[in-house]
């Protein structure tokens, strides 16, 4: 399965983008963070990988605008430190 067909799945998660299919992977490993349930994670996880996920993760919290909720944030870095 491909990234595309994982969000198509789930429109819960990307409810305010018409096209999901034309989400980037760094748009999408956000909204599973931060919209998703543990099962959206670990799928997610499977498809683009925990070091790659971590990588995006990480480089979207050092950048200048984030839309992470500060506990998920916090969770997350906890998280990728511990198992990535």
Do not use: C
Not at 13 to 37: M, P, Q, W
């Amino acid at each position: 399965m491909i990234l595309s067909d994982f969000v198509k799945k789930m429109p819960y998660l990307v409810r305010y983008v018409k096209h999901s299919e034309k989400l980037s992977t760094e748009a999408i490993v956000e909204a599973v963070l931060n919209n998703g349930d543990w099962e959206d994670v670990q799928g997610m996880l499977k498809i683009v990988g925990i070091q790659k996920a971590a990588r995006i993760f990480r480089r979207q919290l050092r950048g200048v605008r984030q839309n992470y909720n500060p506990k998920i944030a916090n969770y997350f870095d906890l998280y990728f430190r511990h198992y990535a």
